[in-house]
């Protein structure tokens, strides 16, 4: 079956970084499209970052450009998100995402997605 395991959260102060790491398996995965996202509680899901199959064209939300970076090797069927500088503001939830469609939609949201892993708890004391 498919399976997203997503490692790398954890506690880390304020101006802190964090590497995401994101295991796929059960799809064929230079075929996605591979996207993190983040829910705070009593917040909508919003789109973190997406890093297209194999061409390297890439999302950003403005919220974390110039301090989170995306990445993906093919070979060991996995991505990662570097985030540097991090906020107490960065809390939540992040959640790895596969799927075939890259539209605003999908990258903002996450609605379109074809597969979704569990998550990984991102806290950032300030």
């Known amino acids: 079956d498919v399976q997203l395991q997503a490692s790398g959260g954890g506690l880390v102060q304020a101006g802190g970084s964090l590497r995401l790491s994101c295991a796929a398996s059960g799809f064929t995965f230079d075929d996605y499209v591979m996207g993190w996202f983040r829910q705070a509680p009593g917040k909508e899901r919003e789109g973190v970052s997406c890093?297209?199959?194999?061409?390297?064209?890439?999302y950003y939300a403005d919220s974390v450009k110039g301090r989170f970076t995306i990445s993906r090797d093919n070979a060991k069927n996995t991505v990662y998100l570097q985030m540097n500088r991090l906020k107490p503001e960065d809390t939540a939830v992040y959640y790895c995402?596969?799927?075939?469609?890259?539209?605003?939609?999908?990258?903002?949201?996450?609605?379109?997605?074809?597969?979704w892993g569990k998550g990984t708890q991102v806290t950032v004391s300030s």
């Open positions: 890093i297209s199959s194999n061409d390297g064209s890439t």
């Open positions: 995402a596969a799927g075939r469609l890259h539209t605003i939609e999908v990258v903002t949201t996450g609605n379109g997605m074809d597969y």
